[in-house]
């Protein structure tokens, strides 16, 4: 019997795979990679009695790789909060799936723990964006406003850290990154244990300076859209910047468009105060995908760029 941990690069496919294995502890073989990089599924070949624990990775995309792995005989456990499609019924399927706008994989496996480490579902849900639902799940750890502020900060430079088109954009490979967060049962103990809260921190500040001095293209009351150029900063920054964005303008879309070498990759986040449509607009073009909040495309054709600023301007600006 072969054991598979699949997970999202960022900090909430790293954090729940932490707070699983911290009350479930075994070894098992780590699939993982850039935030972008969710068709994970399709690198496991697995036979009869496998076990996978499937986390933050959309089942409507890995689909076809389900029934195929199902159908082999293995075991999949899976957690998410994207869109999921419709969800197979089998015996050897269990699916934790909720897309609600308001929660993230961390906090569903926080619910499935019964809240046994929560700390770290804290932190994913900090760097997924979610403020209010980390500050809700955090209000019964006795944490003062430093503490809980680290941990913010914790959630947003792994989350950071996840976005590149390659593992070469990063500083930190995600499997590694989780094997050193592995040893901490708090995540407190790895801030204090680990240089790499401080070289993010101070990598995330270099490339969000970058991403400051660029306006938007076009802005609205409803709707942003910025351009960013074909370079590893704007790569790593983007999912970043447009969370950002997202708070200091919270009844507002944005769009990022990130050059590449044959067209964009492009991050989508709704208002705050109206946080749905994001997914249902990206799923529009080939490579889209996300959930209710925030979503993206990972090829967005050049040619296509024109009908993307049209249907977020419908989707968004009225």
């Known amino acids: ?5 699949i997970f999202n690069g960022d900090a909430d496919g790293i954090c729940a795979l932490q707070q699983l294995r911290l009350e479930q502890p075994r070894a098992a073989t780590l699939v993982t990679g850039v935030k972008r990089d969710v068709r994970l599924l399709d690198r496991v070949t697995a036979k009869a009695g496998d076990e996978l624990t499937v986390l933050d990775i959309s089942l409507k995309t890995n689909a076809g790789a389900v029934t195929r792995l199902l159908g082999a005989g293995a075991r999949l456990r899976y957690f998410d909060h994207h869109a999921s499609g419709e969800i197979p019924r089998h015996a050897n399927l269990q699916a934790f799936i909720d897309t609600a706008a308001d929660t993230c994989t961390s906090l569903i496996v926080d619910r499935f723990l019964g809240g046994r480490q929560r700390m770290w579902a804290v932190v994913a849900a900090f760097g997924d964006n979610l403020a209010g639902p980390a500050q809700r799940a955090a209000a019964e750890l006795d944490l003062d406003e430093a503490e809980l502020e680290r941990l913010r900060l914790l959630g947003e430079c792994i989350n950071y850290n996840a976005y590149g088109e390659t593992i070469d954009d990063l500083h930190y490979p995600p499997a590694d990154l989780y094997e050193l967060l592995s040893r901490y049962r708090d995540p407190r103990d790895f801030i204090d244990g680990e240089p790499v809260l401080e070289v993010l921190k101070n990598a995330m500040g270099d490339d969000y300076d970058r991403a400051r001095a660029i306006k938007p293209q076009m802005a609205s009351a409803a709707a942003a859209i910025y351009v960013l150029p074909d370079a590893a900063w704007s790569r790593r920054i983007h999912g970043f910047f447009a969370n950002r964005l997202a708070h200091e303008h919270p009844a507002r879309a944005h ?11 492009a991050s989508v986040r709704a208002p705050l105060e109206k946080p749905y449509g994001a997914d249902a607009l990206c799923l529009k073009f080939e490579s889209g995908g996300g959930r209710q909040a925030a979503a993206g495309i990972n090829r967005l054709p050049e040619a296509d760029r024109t009908r993307f600023i049209a249907e977020f301007g419908r989707a968004f600006a009225g």
């Open 1 to 5: 019997m072969q054991f598979y941990d």
């Open 255 to 265: 769009a990022l468009l990130v050059g590449g070498r044959d067209g964009y990759l």
